[in-house]
């Protein structure tokens, strides 16, 4: 029959030609179950947009703590006294705080989205952790400019706290923007991995560029 076909098990199950004329890599990783998405034309990405854009996403969501272990020697200079007294008791190990105040918070807050995933809709979580991650550089920017030879052991204790909050932040923002990706062709979830990669090149890139420079 023209509009139908026999499955496997014998039923008359309708064919539609939507379902034949996208290439495998346009088809989503997952289907909807609450309705059918053969029923309408699927969207076409003429100009690649989607693509450019989880692409974008995945450089968003791995640049800021790359920025934040790269600038190891603004750090060093800010926590240092100008004085010549010792500095706080943690600038030796400044790195080593990095790392703690970034792995513990990521994980209790990928738990916590996987637990919130069916409760706050995809475009909150990764709206608001796009704000909270702005805020907090928008106060490091400024902090750049702030004399903090006289207060070192807290702006020590404010840089870990930022780097709490970022890390969290870019948790939910890159389990939220990895897990939307599966409702999108295969290609976009490729751009998203892609877009990872490009912090990893432009920090170690940029490192010896400001070093040099000052």
Known sequence: MGGARVSEMGFKVPSHPNTTSL?????PLLEDPTRSRYSQQKPRDHWHSAYIIFFLLGIGSLLPWNFFITAKHYWRYKLQNCSDEPGPAGQDYFESYISIASTVPSVLCLIGNFLLVNKVPASVRILSSLFVMLTVFLVITVLVKVDTSSWTTSFF??????????????TVFSSSIFGLSSCFPMRNLQALISGWVIPLASTSHASPFTETTG
Do not use: N, R
């Open 157 to 170: 204790a404010l840089t870990v706290g930022c780097v709490a909050v970022v890390s969290s932040a870019s």
């Open 23 to 27: 290439p495998q890599d346009q088809e």
